[in-house]
């Protein structure tokens, strides 16, 4: 892939105008989330108010529509830098540090649609070409975290089932991402772990297992509808128990494990109308709390403290978490039998 792509300069008015009228596309289904908050987003309009350059954004040829003549081109890279433009043009940035677009005088709203630009078009590649351009730029250039890049590389249908997840009123009513995780697609990568894990049949170190499963599933995942349905119907099945909204369960680490034990049992037949589910939840949480200082060899309990407080992702930790609760669960199945 030797010197894809020449470098031109573009007016900003132009590009700007591009994006309004359609044929600029800024959410190709490569690109990421947006992730710049407001401080990010006046410092880079800043840097175009100063006059200073700031890196080259890529495009590439997108469709063309026979019937009208008319084309599109991709954004490659430079979303958020184009996004950020477009909507401090429109007066839909909060500023504090700069003035607003409108509040600018004849003069520099002129020298603001004069600037310049650096574009490198790509021209015309297929979609795999573009995915390697864009995994390389950002894999060296701009910390892109994992779950991004893997968004970026395959938005297949293990991934696609993930985001239904995530957007179904199941899980977002368990309310445990910030916005900001939400934008750096921390949900997404949380549901992935536990469609991994519940597929894997066991625990695993990291998210070592997540891109296998992505790479898997990324043309056709048989298991989709079923998966969706046991994770939603399980947060539903959680958010019926009224827990305190401080309990232990609404820890991100000790949701995991509940989620993914609880399909478990589910699966295998497990009768949860025998058991009062809250009270066995709440007699565990009040029973890890009161080991919090105990040795965590001695019993499961401070085992279970210690993995979640301590916030480990390793295999032994998630194997002693999920072992407690399924044991709990099931001895509570047991003695209602």
Known sequence: MNNIGTADNEKLLDLYND???????????????LVWNNSHKQKFIDTILRGFPFPEIYLADGDIDLESQTSTRLVVDGQQR?????????????????????????????????YKIVVRDLGRLDE?????????????????????????????????????????????????FSQ????????????????????????????????????????EYPASE????????????IMDLHLEPDS????????FTLLVELVKLKRVGTDFDKINLKTVLTDLENQILENKSTDPETNGYA????????????????????????????????NNG
């Open 248 to 255: 232990l369960w609404f820890r991100k680490t000790s949701l």
């Open 128 to 176: 795999n070409q573009i995915i390697e351009i864009f995994q390389r730029i950002n894999s060296v250039s701009y910390a892109l975290n994992a779950m991004e890049i893997n968004n970026a590389l395959y938005e297949g249908v293990f991934i696609s089932t993930a985001q239904a997840i995530q957007d179904s009123d199941e899980f977002e009513a368990l309310d445990i």
């Open 180 to 219: 900001n995780q939400y934008a750096r697609m921390k949900d997404t990568e949380y549901i992935l772990l536990i469609m991994a894990t519940i597929e894997e049949g066991g625990y695993f170190t990291g998210n070592s297992e997540i891109e296998r499963y992505i790479k898997l599933y990324n043309d």
């Open 303 to 334: 085992k279970f403290y210690k993995y979640v407080f301590q916030g480990t992702s390793g295999r032994a930790g998630r194997i002693a978490r999920g072992t407690l609760v399924e044991n709990e669960i099931k001895k509570a199945v047991a």
């Open 19 to 33: 994006l309004k009228n359609g044929t600029l596309v800024l959410r190709p289904s490569f690109q990421r989330n």
């Open 226 to 237: 079923k998966i969706k349905s046991d994770i939603t119907e399980t947060c539903k099945m």
């Open 82 to 114: 184009l996004d950020t433009i477009f909507s401090y043009i429109n007066g839909e940035i909060p500023t504090r540090e700069i003035p607003l677009f409108k509040d600018l005088s004849a003069k520099q709203q002129t020298d603001f649609y004069d």
